[in-house]
């Protein structure tokens, strides 16, 4: 049922962001991406391409701009995952703490020898 726990693999989601922000560091795919400008036409062809001259000078700075962006949206996205394993990590010490605690500061005379219910023969029965 949802809501009842909270299940997490805190190695699985460390492993993600790590590969999430190798994968960021790695060189951009297209080197187009990695130039300021494009390159006139070569061979006297200007008149045929520098449309093309034209609109690739003004999609660069586009497509960098964009794999900026999805850079910082895995680096943020790393981030999370990274975050969401160490809180899941320091819930669960919380936890374990608590229960520690509870067990070894719980007064050994509120503990009866025999549970009280064992002793009444009608316990159980309708």
């Known amino acids: 049922m949802s809501g009842d726990r909270i299940s997490g693999d805190t190695d699985?989601?460390?492993e993600f962001a790590s590969r999430i922000m190798a994968?960021?560091?790695?060189?951009?795919?297209?080197?187009?991406a990695r130039?300021?400008?494009?390159t006139p036409c070569p061979g006297g062809l200007d008149e045929l391409c520098i449309h093309l001259t034209h609109a690739e000078n003004e999609t660069i700075p586009k497509l960098q701009t964009f794999i900026t962006m999805v850079e910082q949206g895995f680096a943020a996205y790393a981030s999370f995952v990274?975050?969401?394993?160490?809180?899941?990590l320091r819930a669960d010490?919380?936890?374990r703490q608590a229960i520690l605690t509870a067990f070894v500061t719980r007064p050994k005379d509120d503990l009866p020898?025999?549970?009280?219910?064992?002793?009444?023969?009608?316990?159980?029965?309708?």
Do not use: K
């Open 35 to 38: 130039i300021e400008e494009s």
């Open 12 to 14: 699985a989601m460390r």
């Open 82 to 88: 990274q975050q969401t394993a160490t809180n899941y």
């Open 23 to 32: 994968s960021i560091e790695a060189t951009p795919v297209s080197p187009i």
């Open 113 to 126: 020898s025999i549970d009280p219910r064992l002793l009444d023969p009608r316990a159980g029965r309708r």
């Open 93 to 95: 010490e919380a936890g």
